[in-house]
């Protein structure tokens, strides 16, 4: 299972949100290099970066995210809200290993013009699901059979990696969705990383036992749940 740790960027910040809500924020950290480095210091491979002024509509930090890109020589994952092959090649063009498309209106259509344009092997799909735990539904997310619908697209066009979370959990620290993220993985028949609520290492160790991809871990992090390097070596055991 591989680990993804989180820098969320907010107008240059490193900050969390929770369920897609900009009124949400907290910002954790003020400069996003510290946190790269001090990432690459406690051993990650991997860095997931998500641009949320692009997700809100706020700006572009494609700049900043080519800037951390070259100074800590990493595989970066970058999320936040491509949906065109346009947006994904100036995300490439940084140098990230790996871009998380969200297909959007276009759909399945579109996600097959983007992985023949870009390389189907270096994107993966963001899949939102409906609120679980009696949290109000989110406006963007999918429900259950749409997910697997999309995440079956996704394996059509090539593309065998999606992003899991469920935006009724993420950002509030009390668990993450294991097993829809499981039951998903086997009716799609991808990998799947789940993002959103990581809250301990038992659930790192359930994730991984559950032959899940990958997670996701952010706010855990910065709050002192536990250590990246307690994180990688829970989910490489």
Request: net charge neutral; proline share 4%.
């Amino acid at each position: 299972m591989e680990l993804y740790p989180a820098i969320d960027i907010r107008a240059g910040r490193v900050v969390r949100v929770r369920r897609g809500d900009p009124s949400s924020e907290i910002v954790y950290r003020e400069d996003p290099f510290a946190v790269a480095e001090e990432y690459a210091r406690e051993g990650a491979r991997w860095i997931h970066v998500v641009d949320l002024d692009r997700v809100f509509g706020a700006g572009d930090q494609t700049p900043l995210i080519a800037q951390l890109v070259r100074r800590v020589p990493l595989s970066w994952q970058a999320g936040g809200g491509a949906a065109t092959a346009a947006q994904a090649e100036a995300l490439f063009a940084c140098g990230v290993a790996r871009v998380i498309l969200r297909p959007g209106s276009a759909g399945a259509s579109g996600l097959e013009d983007v992985a023949r344009r870009c390389g189907a092997s270096r994107l993966a799909v963001a899949l939102d699901v409906a609120a679980e735990g009696g949290a109000p539904p989110h406006p963007q997310a999918l429900g259950r059979a749409a997910a697997v619908g999309l995440a079956k697209a996704a394996r059509d066009a090539g593309v065998g990696t999606v992003v899991y979370t469920d935006l009724g959990l993420e950002g509030r620290l009390g668990g993450t969705d294991v097993g829809g993220a499981a039951a998903l993985a086997r009716a799609a028949g991808v990998a799947v990383v789940v993002s959103g609520g990581i809250n301990s290492l038992a659930e790192l160790s359930s994730i991984r036992a559950a032959g899940l991809a990958g997670a996701i871990v952010g706010r855990a992090l910065y709050e002192g749940r536990f250590t990246l390097r307690e994180a990688l070596a829970c989910s490489s055991r």
